[in-house]
């Protein structure tokens, strides 16, 4: 164990001691400094995702409109047309690539 006083009653090696401390503490606030740049850099990678998935099930959602719009028309195309409807090659077109009407 080191004895820190001297024979005056003076302590001998706080200075280095607290030196050492000071160093220990700025080299944790470093460490600190470094976890919360990391954490931002986290948060802005993962908000770039987010952006970019938001745009992607937007253009997913646009797609599923235009889809049920064209559906839907021509879904009023056959039935305005009647029976008859069924001959036409448009219906019949849409009935063989699956579409229901």
């Known amino acids: 164990e080191v004895d820190y006083t001297s024979m005056h ?12 401390a000071l160093e220990a503490a700025k080299a944790k606030r470093k460490v600190c400094e470094a976890k919360k ?3 931002d850099c ?7 995702l987010l952006n970019l998935w938001w745009q992607r099930a937007e253009a997913a959602n646009s797609r599923l ?3 049920d719009l ?5 879904h009023m195309e056959c039935k305005k047309d009647g029976i ?13 690539r699956g579409s229901t009407i």
Not at 9 to 20: I, K, R
Not at 84 to 93: G, H, I, L, V
Request: aromatic fraction near 2%; hydrophobic fraction near 45%; charged fraction near 15%.
């Open 9 to 20: 009653g003076v302590v001998e090696g706080a200075a280095d001691h607290s030196d050492l």
């Open 37 to 39: 740049h990391l954490a």
């Open 42 to 48: 986290i948060l802005e990678h993962q908000t770039m």
């Open 65 to 67: 409109l235009t889809a």
């Open 70 to 74: 064209n559906v839907g028309r021509m």
């Open 84 to 96: 008859a409807a069924f001959t036409n090659s448009e219906c019949m077109a849409a009935k063989t």
